[in-house]
């Protein structure tokens, strides 16, 4: 088991920045693919970013988010995080951090699951 709490959420103007954290706790964090999700009301969660078990690894990104958002984990700290810069109002959402021995950019692909961060951007 691997239990995921995230942090950093907030109100934020468009244009502005927010980093979300991702804490980990439980098996060993470097065995774990860290994705990043979203959901926003009404609508199915998609996915945001991937990161592989090591630091210097694959990224991967969704297209709307490419050029704005950057992952990043510190595997000493067991910390993942996703910083956000223009922010839009598009990307209001709950924000997810889960975890995966696999990357994948499939929600369904992942077993383990925060509780989600609220994220608003108003215009």
């Known amino acids: 088991q691997v239990q995921l709490v995230e942090s950093g959420g907030g109100l934020v103007q468009a244009g502005g920045s927010l980093r979300l954290s991702c804490a980990a706790s439980?098996?060993?964090?470097?065995?774990?693919?860290i994705g990043w999700f979203r959901q926003a009301p009404g609508k199915e969660r998609e996915f945001v970013a991937a990161i592989s078990s090591w630091s210097g690894g694959t990224r991967s990104y969704a297209d709307s988010v490419k050029g704005r958002f950057t992952i990043s984990r510190d595997n000493a700290k067991n910390m993942a995080y996703l910083q956000m810069n223009s922010l839009k109002p598009e990307d209001t959402a709950v924000y997810y951090c889960?975890?995966?021995?696999?990357?994948?950019?499939?929600?369904?692909?992942?077993?383990?699951w925060g509780q989600g961060t609220q994220v608003t951007v108003s215009s």
């Open positions: 889960a975890a995966d021995p696999a990357i994948s950019t499939r929600s369904a692909s992942y077993n383990f």
């Open positions: 439980g098996r060993t964090f470097s065995n774990y693919i």
